[in-house]
């Protein structure tokens, strides 16, 4: 029973490009969505998030949208660097739904120079 | 201002041994999660504690699998008997607050492989 879902398991792009990586959910209870990167070899590290209160959230070359409706939301890299290429992880959590971070799968992004 | 600490980065023990890993929380946080990554999977909760309780273990293997978090040092996952199975990659997070309201910080991982 996955909550959290990322249907692609990779993306390839071209250097300079956009990247969009996209991420479901099916619990309505969760409230706070969170990405973060992972490099082979190392941990997890926090790199967004964004409230249930928003639809959209930005932070220099990274942006998430949210859409509460679909139970959906996305991450958007741009312009792509090479330095981008890693496992991205979305998660989720909520007052009433855990003490935890639920994650999705994991997209490996791949940005090609 | 060292990060969320883990040890051993690698660990290999033989079906039946016991595994013993260890997070020390970043400075100022109390709150300790343990995730675990099979491979080609995104990571599963197993358990989250406070100095001294534990929280939250809906994740953990009912058998041979425990945490603990003492007044003083690092959070211990103990696995007993390990089977092929366990080999995963585990990773420790901490955070300041409960309830996840705001990001967790990950340490780099133990690596345990079973043979």
């Known amino acids: 029973d996955q909550q959290v879902k990322q249907n692609s398991p990779s993306l390839s792009v071209q250097e300079g490009r956009i990247s969009i990586l996209n991420c479901d959910y099916t619990?309505?209870?969760?409230?706070?969505f969170l990405w973060y990167k992972k490099y082979p070899a190392e941990g997890p590290t926090f790199l967004i998030s964004i409230s249930s209160i928003k639809d959209k959230n930005e932070d220099g070359r990274f942006t998430v949208f949210l859409n509460k409706s679909a139970k959906h939301l996305s991450l958007h890299i741009v312009p792509s660097q090479p330095g981008d290429s890693a496992v991205y992880f979305c998660a989720a959590s909520g007052m009433n739904a855990g003490n935890m971070l639920t994650f999705g799968g994991g997209t490996r992004l791949m940005v090609k120079p | 201002n060292a990060g969320v600490m883990q040890n051993p980065r690698h660990l290999v023990r033989r079906r039946g041994q016991e595994a013993r890993l260890r997070c020390s929380p970043m400075?100022?946080?109390?709150?300790v999660y343990w995730y675990r990554q099979l491979p080609e999977e995104g990571l599963k909760f197993m358990v989250y504690?406070?100095?001294?309780?534990?929280?939250?273990e809906s994740g953990m293997p009912k058998e041979r699998f425990s945490a603990e978090f003492p007044k003083e040092g690092p959070s211990i996952l103990r696995i007993q008997q390990v089977v092929r199975g366990d080999s995963a990659a585990y990773f420790c997070?901490?955070?300041?607050?409960?309830?996840?309201?705001?990001?967790?910080?990950f340490g780099q991982g133990t690596r345990l492989t079973v043979v």
């Open positions: 504690l406070q100095k001294e309780n534990i929280i939250d």
């Open positions: 997070a901490s955070s300041p607050r409960g309830g996840l309201r705001t990001e967790a910080f």
């Open positions: 619990n309505s209870m969760f409230d706070y």
């Open positions: 400075k100022g946080h109390s709150h």
